[in-house]
């Protein structure tokens, strides 16, 4: 008969090499998103990768599913605070629903170029607006840029009425839904990964991308014309699991967020550079127009669109607007 000290020690001995396998578990971040790995977000989340697992070896491992390989724009956000994945980059539109405050950055022709994007970011108001989704179980670790828009279609673009009875994709945002039926559009909610398809059958007339979407899914392919409007910025919010986040060991956090701020400049830096070849390389392939417009004619869009701050200026805020306003000084 074994005697209750052999038990006892072979209790402390099974306890013991549980705990060690627990501890030496890796902590695998799943990290999905719905652009081609040749996007300044694709390119961002390898890096992440590459960092996370060479500083964190054995500690942290980062799968990265681009495409909507694991889960489309409109499945992510639930998927994330399910705890099925625990990193994404939607688009700034996709979190109307948890801060109407965000809606800022949908406004059109609110921002003159990118550097005015960042001075709003990374001052107060806009830093506050990336903590405001903690009471969501939300964490914003950062805004990673892919370009102002540009409007696309079959037929040239070169004032408000030229859009009159188009059917326009657009995200899932009302600030763009109210955008595009300020000129007579006819706006059409569609994912992502359904664009291409939509613009080359005819579901859809035009768009509005940055650069980078454009040539890296072919939507120059199937659209005639593209106006150089810089009537928005596409900006996304790279977010995790607040629950998730917060349970990491403290010197992991701190890496990974070492890390993330590294990536975040680097993924900025990429989407300029990402605007200006892509732009140039759509430009060379002859395959659609690029128009530029007038300073008049860009004043008539402008006017055209002013009734969509009138709308939802309550909403956001007068101080967040002229916030950003004052960036652009």
């Not at 994404?88 to 109307?96: G, M, R």
Request: hydrophobic content about 45%; proline content about 4%.
């Amino acid at each position: 008969m074994c005697k209750p000290s052999f038990f006892r020690a072979l209790l402390a001995g099974v306890i013991l090499a549980l705990s060690a396998g627990i501890a030496q578990a890796e902590i695998v971040i799943k990290f999905s998103h719905v652009v081609a790995e040749n996007t300044p977000k694709g390119k961002g989340a390898l890096l992440f990768k590459k960092l996370a697992e060479e500083q964190l070896k054995g500690k942290v491992t980062v799968e990265v599913y681009p495409n909507s390989s694991l889960f489309g724009d409109g499945k992510e956000m639930e998927a994330l605070l399910l705890g099925d994945v625990q990193l994404i980059a939607p688009s700034l539109s996709k979190f109307d629903r948890y801060t109407k405050q965000i809606q800022v950055f949908d406004l059109p022709f609110l921002f003159k170029d990118i550097d005015a994007v960042h001075r709003f970011q990374n001052g107060a108001v806009g830093q506050a607006i990336l903590g405001s989704l903690k009471k969501k179980n939300l964490a914003g670790l950062g805004y990673w840029d892919n370009g102002m828009k540009q409007l696309s279609a079959n037929k040239p673009l070169r004032k408000p009425e030229d859009a009159k009875g188009l059917k326009f994709r657009i995200q899932a945002s009302d600030i763009l839904e109210a955008q595009f039926k300020a000129v007579g559009a006819f706006p059409q909610k569609l994912a992502f990964a359904e664009v291409y398809q939509a613009l080359e059958t005819g579901v859809v007339d035009g768009a509005e991308n940055p650069w980078s979407n454009i040539y890296s899914q072919k939507f120059f392919e199937v659209q005639k014309y593209i106006t150089e409007s810089n009537n928005g910025y596409l900006g996304y919010m790279l977010v995790t699991n607040a629950k998730f986040w917060n349970g990491l060991p403290a010197d992991v956090r701190k890496t990974l967020e070492e890390i993330l701020a590294e990536v975040t400049t680097q993924v900025n830096q990429w989407a300029t550079e990402f605007s200006e070849n892509d732009r140039q390389k759509i430009k060379d392939s002859g395959k659609s127009e690029l128009l530029k417009l007038t300073p008049e004619e860009l004043a008539a869009w402008k006017a055209a669109m002013k009734s969509v701050y009138d709308k939802f200026t309550p909403e956001i805020g007068q101080e967040i607007i002229d916030a950003a306003v004052a960036a652009n000084n």
